[in-house]
């Protein structure tokens, strides 16, 4: 399966945001979806997930109560990003999992990576 984020953009502080994640083939209910982003010279970090049998979501906490995930169809995900701050700039990446986790090293599929700037 490939993935394809799109939906990054320059954003002033306040504003809002909805990133989508592509899958070229079918996400099996088994998987999980997350999202990852990481800063210039930050390591990447976990900002959800959203598990594709039930549409349960689990978020970071920097990311908890303005950003939501969710799910259209067999193969598209969303991230809403409400609020943004400047440090919510990052290149953000969608990736899926066959188990539950917020550890990168357990996704094994990978989208390219969409920037998100949040002017001050």
């Known amino acids: 399966v490939q993935l394809q984020a799109s939906g990054g953009g320059l954003v002033q502080a306040g504003g809002s945001l909805r990133l989508s994640c592509s899958a070229s083939g079918r996400i099996f209910s088994s998987h999980i979806m997350g999202w990852f982003r990481q800063a210039p010279g930050k390591e990447r970090e976990f900002v959800g997930l959203?598990?594709?049998?039930?549409?349960?979501t689990t978020y970071g906490d920097s990311v908890k109560g303005r950003f939501t995930i969710s799910k259209d169809g067999a193969n598209t995900v969303y991230l809403q990003m409400n609020s943004l701050k400047p440090e919510d700039t990052a290149v953000y990446y969608c990736?899926?999992?066959?188990?539950?986790?917020?550890?990168?090293?357990?996704?094994?599929?990978w989208g390219q990576g969409t920037l998100v700037t949040v002017s001050s």
């Open positions: 990736a899926k999992a066959n188990s539950l986790s917020r550890r990168e090293r357990d996704y094994n599929n």
């Open positions: 959203i598990r594709w049998s039930t549409a349960s």
